[in-house]
């Protein structure tokens, strides 16, 4: 049984039903239905046109549920005749599922979920484990979703501002249990960047690539935290920095620039570093000042302020933390960093304590927790 060809004919099965009048929810229903018959069937008796079968077989699900179901007989009327087996439109609609689970009517939690279920092809059981949660809670989660986008039709989808977020939020989940959610995302991408050409899409993988190319270097043996500076650079992989790079010089050649281009071009003055003091911060500034005007998102003004520390001096950086509100994650964290390199070592222990009560995952909190404790050892002196 060959999975990634289910995978990869799922969305374009998905799409021929929509196209026929299901709605979203039955339509995923019936190929899910469909691909559990294809992994009962196809090891004894593999058809010649498997994504006929199951279009056929999807479509035969959605028929018999339609009928069952009372709510849904209104259907009825559009529905002619069942299909015919044999070969289905060469279509892919990975693209036309990529924009509804990106409906704006859908909170970035669902969207990620449904994204993931529809397009990535992952089961409930692995989306839930991903994010640490029940399989009957991501369950509920997902067909609260689907019921959401159920009377939605392809005409009225999320624009591609929305579809992009979703990939990056899929994106920052990372790794957890047995489905790698940040290589999930570059996959997604990819399918993506291969369907419409739009700079932006180009942006996010390459400020993908960057950032995983680093994965290796993250974290210490034991687990812990490892910082972009103290990080072993040989470990970074130098194939994914290439491909990151040529993406991101091709795509900034359109003169099109971006938020997602502008993070890409930032990480890869990081990448292009063979050690940490060779960055170049000043540039790095500048990227920030560009995304700034893009988005003047508080987030990119705090990172935006450890920059200016690395390229004019801690008090600089400082100076730039000023405007930004206290509440702000991770401002204490690089106010402390900041403080440090300053020489104030008593208000920087002070400040690594604060930032680890409020640390967003146990790793980072740790990392913070024994910045505070080596400084406090050392007596702040």
């Known amino acids: 049984m060959n999975e990634l060809l289910l995978r990869s004919l799922t969305p374009s099965v998905l799409g021929i039903l929509a196209r026929r009048g299901a709605d979203f929810a039955a339509a995923e229903d019936a190929v899910q239905d469909a691909l559990v018959e294809a992994v009962r069937v196809w090891p004894a008796d593999p058809p010649r046109d498997p994504k006929g079968w199951l279009v056929t077989v999807a479509w035969r699900r959605f028929l018999d549920a339609t009928r069952a179901d009372a709510a849904r007989r209104r259907r009825e009327d559009l529905v002619d005749e069942e299909p015919a087996p044999g070969p289905a439109p060469a279509v892919d609609d990975t693209l036309q599922l990529y924009f509804l689970c990106a409906h704006p009517s859908l909170t970035p939690s669902s969207a990620v979920a449904l994204t993931l279920r529809a397009v990535g092809g992952l089961t409930t059981r692995q989306i839930a484990e991903a994010y640490l949660v029940p399989e009957a809670t991501m369950a509920q989660r997902i067909s609260r979703a689907k019921r959401t986008v159920s009377g939605v039709r392809f005409d009225q989808p999320g624009n591609v501002a929305t579809v992009l977020r979703v990939l990056y939020l899929v994106f920052n989940e990372g790794y957890s249990g047995d489905v790698d959610l940040a290589a999930e995302a570059i996959r997604l991408t990819r399918q993506l960047a291969a369907a419409i050409d739009h700079p932006e899409v180009a942006g ?178």
């Open 204 to 381: 996010l993988l390459a400020l993908m690539l960057l950032h995983h190319a680093r994965r290796a270097a993250r974290t210490a043996p034991d687990g812990s935290l490892v910082p972009l500076a103290e990080q072993d650079r040989g470990r970074w992989d130098t194939e994914s920095i290439t491909e990151g790079v040529e993406i991101l010089q091709a795509t900034l050649a359109r003169d099109r620039l971006g938020e997602f281009q502008a993070q890409a071009a930032i990480a890869a003055l990081h990448a292009d570093a063979p050690i940490a003091e060779e960055t170049d911060w000043v540039q790095i500034v500048e990227w920030y000042d560009e995304l700034t005007r893009l988005t003047d998102s508080p987030v990119v003004r705090l990172n935006r302020a450890v920059a200016v520390g690395e390229a004019d001096g801690p008090r600089a950086g400082l100076a730039a933390l000023v405007a930004l509100d206290e509440s702000l994650p991770r401002r204490a964290a690089v106010a402390a960093y900041l403080h440090e390199r300053a020489g104030d070592r008593a208000t920087a222990a002070r400040l690594y304590a604060e930032a680890a009560q409020k640390a967003p995952n146990l790793a980072e909190r740790d990392h913070l927790t024994r910045q505070a404790a080596r400084l406090n050892a050392h007596g702040c002196r």
